[in-house]
């Protein structure tokens, strides 16, 4: 059992608004104004009519693990943002947040990308090279991810039926290194031989060798892109590639994090992204018929080791929590996974301090109302700093399908959740749906719905957002600051 060190708190970042930069993302307090548009129109080419709304009357609930609400609830409490893209969105919503505080949100239109420079009250096309459009199911996972350190931003999506390789393998490439003004497509794409949920991260080198790669190209991070294979759709291998020029090109590194997994017990996937520790670890973790199981590499995807999280149960079989999973490291190490377990369906996170060596207790995070959990994910901000979004349902029951296959019919909303203190014994966990909870983000989730969420970013002045979907259209959320939350 991990000895669990007292909550770590860091400078607080400035009050929400008072950045006085036209485009800042915190312009909040003060702009409490709330307004509308059909949501069923495309995304114009010009600035939309304002669609945000930020509601200080609107705040976040403060809990106790397993969806004890505080008595009295703490001051402060953080408020709520929405900011419906008004731009279609099938499924699988990602979220990016610049330095400039420009939100790059994915799936538009099925293929492309939207932004917004003003906190989310107006949306506009970027001006990328994008792809055709095409059925609903043909595009299938978008995935949009920032290098926090160079700004850079990554844009990977999958056409089921016409990759970039010749043998129809590989996804889409895109990235911008003008806040998301303009785009550059690779032609060649990235991943030829995989196929199904590619997603792209960075961070830093394990290897001198790499340190030294890099040096020489003036990059300071490895970005890898890692996708099922060898077979279409589920896999059940997961193959990793490593780039150590900024994502310009990419090369198979030697090993998997199926390796030694024996793919007749389980079929792993791994859809999720996987986390790279300041060290250059790199660990991504999938259900097993052994419970949540972590795989590490320390030499940057060329072997891999597996670790069983105790005291989990997540038996990675297509239903309602398929895919439900995920990882996250801070900048001292730490690593944080998060996954809804198979005996209640309720969402639960633990941590480690040591490299997956010893584990915390888990702590169930879910709302009291919470009876159904799905789309799991989490991202950390600093020792203890933690966010996880998430879609709960108060239906126990599925009224009709699976929740894969077929849409299950359970009224779903869009969660978040984050701690300034995770390593507290009986931490504040401030939680909120971003939706208005009259009015569910989906009504029944299936493939065809969402596989899973991108994780929660931190925008410059220290707010959460998250990317959400609701009625096949983009929506973003996000909540203030926490009291004692960092950058």
Excluded at 282 to 299: L, N, P
Aim: hydrophobic residues 35%; proline residues 9%.
């Amino acid at each position: 059992m991990t000895q669990k060190p007292s909550g770590r708190g860091v400078d607080a970042p400035p009050e929400a608004g008072t950045s006085g930069k036209d485009d800042d993302v915190g312009q909040q307090a003060a702009q409490e104004q709330s307004s509308t548009r059909d949501a069923s129109q495309t995304v114009p080419d010009s600035p939309s009519q304002a669609v945000s709304s930020c509601d200080a009357s609107r705040s976040a609930t403060a809990l106790r693990p397993g969806g004890k609400v505080m008595d009295p609830q703490p001051p402060d409490a953080p408020f709520v943002c929405t900011a419906p893209t008004g731009a279609r969105a099938p499924h699988n919503a990602s979220l990016q947040v610049t330095r400039a505080g420009t939100v790059i949100f994915a799936p538009a239109d099925s293929t492309g990308l939207v932004r917004s420079k003003d906190g989310g009250a107006t949306w506009l096309k970027p001006l990328a090279d994008a792809p055709p459009q095409g059925e609903l199911l043909e595009w299938a996972h978008p995935w949009v991810t920032r290098d926090p350190d160079t700004d850079k931003l990554f844009f990977t999506n999958y056409h089921t039926l016409g990759g970039t390789c010749g043998d129809g393998t590989g996804h889409h490439y895109w990235t911008s290194t003008d806040d998301g003004a303009t785009w550059e497509q690779h032609s060649g794409g990235v991943g030829c031989d995989s196929w199904d949920w590619g997603k792209i991260i960075t961070g830093p080198p394990a290897t001198s060798q790499s340190r030294e790669a890099l040096a020489m190209r003036g990059y300071p991070n490895l970005v890898y892109f890692c996708a099922g294979g060898d077979v279409w759709a589920f896999g059940p291998q997961h193959f990793c590639f490593r780039s150590t020029d900024g994502g310009e090109t990419f090369k198979r590194t030697l090993g998997s994090p199926t390796n030694g997994w024996n793919p007749s017990l389980d079929l792993p996937g791994f859809p999720n992204a996987g986390a790279i520790a300041p060290d250059g670890t790199f660990y991504k973790v999938f259900g097993s018929s052994q419970g949540v199981t972590v795989a590490i590499s320390e030499d940057e995807a060329d072997s891999w080791h597996h670790v069983r999280i105790p005291d989990t149960e997540l038996a990675q079989i297509p239903g309602i929590n398929w895919l439900a999973s995920n990882v996250a490291t801070d900048d001292e190490g730490n690593l944080y996974v998060v996954w809804v377990d198979d005996r209640d369906l309720l969402p639960y996170m633990v941590f480690s301090t040591d490299g997956a060596k010893t584990w915390s207790e888990r702590m169930m995070v879910g709302a009291p109302e919470v009876r159904t959990a799905t789309n799991i994910n989490v991202a950390a901000f600093g020792p203890g700093h933690v966010a996880i979004v998430y879609y709960g349902s108060p239906d126990i029951d599925a009224p009709s399908g699976d929740g894969y296959t077929s849409r299950d019919g359970r009224r779903y909303h869009g969660y978040m959740v984050a701690t300034a203190h995770a390593f507290a014994d009986q931490p504040v966990l401030w939680t909120t749906t971003v939706n208005d909870p009259a009015q569910p983000t989906l009504v029944g989730i299936s493939l065809e719905v969402s596989e899973y969420l991108g994780p929660p970013v931190l925008g410059p002045e220290g707010s959460i957002w998250a990317g959400f979907l609701q009625d096949q259209q983009g929506f973003a959320g996000r909540i203030s600051p926490l009291p004692g939350w960092g950058r």
